[in-house]
């Protein structure tokens, strides 16, 4: 069974802090990869999508893709208290699904 | 405004019932999908559609119905054969569905006792 591994967390950094957020996917064949942010209660927010191996940077987000080791990341540089929420890795196997990881809780301290 | 509305926000239904989910998108997206998400778990994928007129299932498709008569709406029936209804329902379309993002709508918190 296709899987996508996270960390549940909680993950907590100091507000300024590089917030690092990591995830594995069981699926070798896997071509686009994602990031998403949920807010308690709320619907997930898209932040990035990455398709070739290396680095992403949108912003304050970079995201990172290693094929090889089936591993994807999202850094968050200078964290804020704003960017507490649960951060769900999702990937694309290339069957029109697409796989979503149970999520990291990411607390940010004032 | 583009984007994906889901109506109601919260829904009280009593066990045995049938209820309607609804999802509109004005995106022009090809590709709408139907999530449940439970409590500390991640999305688990209900049904999603490519085109009108079909649709496909997902990996818990028992106890729901969908259907596809228009691109731009996607409903949901939770029928009483759903064992556990109670769960957060999400609708996602992309313009495509493969290798394509997904955007969300509110979603439906849907309590049934």
């Known amino acids: 069974q296709k899987e996508v591994e996270q960390n549940s967390g909680p993950l907590s950094v ?6 690092s957020l990591n995830c594995t996917y069981s699926d070798r064949g896997s071509q686009s990869f994602f990031w998403y942010r ?9 932040i990035m999508f990455i398709y070739s191996n290396g680095d992403k940077e949108d912003g304050r987000f970079t995201a990172q893709l290693n094929k090889a080791s089936q591993y994807v ?7 804020q208290p704003s960017d507490s929420a649960t951060y769900l890795c999702a990937v694309d196997t290339g069957g029109f699904k697409t796989i979503f990881g149970a999520g990291t809780r990411l607390f940010v301290k004032a | 405004d583009g984007g994906i509305t ?3 926000k919260y829904l009280f239904r009593k066990e045995g019932q049938n209820v309607t989910l609804s999802c509109e998108q004005n995106l022009n997206h090809d590709a709408m999908y139907w999530y449940r998400q439970d409590p500390g778990q991640g ?12 649709f496909q299932k997902g990996d818990i498709a028992e106890g729901y119905s969908v259907s596809r008569e228009k691109k731009e709406s996607f409903p949901l029936t939770v029928t009483s054969a759903q064992k ?3 769960a957060f329902y999400l609708c996602a379309s992309s313009p495509r569905g493969h290798n394509y993002e997904q955007y969300f709508g509110p979603g439906t918190r849907l309590t049934v006792t």
């Open chain 2, 43 to 54: 999305l688990r994928l209900i049904y999603y559609s490519q085109i009108v007129n079909d």
């Open chain 2, 6 to 8: 889901q109506s109601p």
């Open chain 1, 73 to 79: 990341s999202l850094l968050i540089r200078d964290s």
């Open chain 1, 38 to 46: 949920q807010y308690s209660g709320k619907s997930p927010e898209l």
């Open chain 2, 84 to 86: 556990n209804p109670t």
């Open chain 1, 14 to 19: 100091p507000e300024g802090a590089i917030a």
